[in-house]
């Protein structure tokens, strides 16, 4: 079986052998190739310009000129078979750096674009969890206060969003609560800022430190914000420094 495939691949290389001598070659082909069989041959003296230079002395290889300095093989023929006009080929070698050129630089800002969008996920990803700490923070914050407010039997809050929503309402209820938030533009960090100091200062409470105190006797440090305390957040450090006075 190998055998065959080989007679086969052999026959097979023939066949093209043949077919390529068989070949009728182009005027091009023709003229290249008498052009190379003549530049390789030496020239003889039946030249006129190698006959002068031997009657001046010349020799076959002997470099030109009066202390043997100069050249030893003729000067290579620069042959242009195109048909295109003079300065075409540096024209397009000029074009295809400028194309490879503007490519590279379509690929560094599609890398810029894309180290930009990359960053851009990082901040929104980051300020995203910030919120939603700072959200988890206020709910704590108003389940704190609402029942810190009915021990001491208040029964409506200071500011509706000082308590914790319910989660079934009526519709009334909901149309009134709806006016309510568009009259209040308070973020979520202002809020949590002053359900703080509503918490610290009326009930002596520290949702950090999950402790009321007795009193005025407020610690002169809370060590739990102290731990959380976020230098790219907006609440946690007036808090801090609220809690120090």
Request: glycine share 8%.
């Given at each position: 079986m190998v055998r065959r495939v080989k007679d086969a691949i052999l026959k097979e290389e023939k066949q093209k052998e043949a077919n390529e001598k068989n070949r009728q070659k182009s005027i091009k082909e023709?003229?290249?190739?008498?052009?190379?069989?003549?530049?390789?041959?030496?020239?003889?003296?039946?030249?006129?310009?190698?006959?002068?230079?031997?009657?001046?002395?010349?020799?076959?290889g002997q470099a030109l000129g009066k202390s043997g300095e100069g050249i030893v093989e003729?000067?290579?023929?620069?042959?242009?078979?195109?048909?295109?006009?003079?300065?075409?080929?540096?024209?397009?070698k000029r074009k295809a750096e400028e194309k490879l050129e503007n490519y590279r630089q379509k690929l560094h800002m599609k890398k810029q674009a894309n180290e930009q969008a990359a960053d851009q996920f990082r901040i929104r990803f980051k300020?995203?969890?910030?919120?939603?700490?700072?959200?988890?923070?206020?709910?704590?914050?108003?389940?704190?206060?609402?029942?810190?407010?009915?021990?001491?039997d208040i029964d409506v809050p200071k500011e509706t969003w000082y308590w914790l929503e319910p989660e079934e309402e009526d519709k009334n209820d909901e149309e009134d609560k709806e006016d309510e938030c568009t009259s209040s533009d308070l973020s979520v960090s202002e809020k949590l800022h002053i359900l703080?100091?509503?918490?610290r200062e009326h009930h002596f409470y520290c949702i950090w430190c999950g402790t009321t105190y007795e009193g005025e006797s407020k610690p002169v440090v809370c060590f739990t914000l102290l731990m959380q305390l976020d230098s790219n957040s907006k609440i946690y450090p007036s808090c801090f420094s609220y809690w120090m006075l």
């Open positions: 023709e003229e290249k190739e008498r052009r190379d069989l003549v530049l390789k041959s030496a020239l003889g003296s039946e030249n006129k310009g190698f006959a002068l230079l031997q009657k001046m002395g010349y020799k076959s003729p000067i290579p023929l620069n042959i242009k078979t195109g048909r295109s006009g003079i300065g075409h080929e540096e024209l397009k300020n995203k969890q910030e919120e939603r700490k700072m959200e988890g923070d206020l709910r704590k914050s108003q389940r704190a206060c609402q029942q810190l407010d009915m021990q001491k703080t100091a509503y918490l």
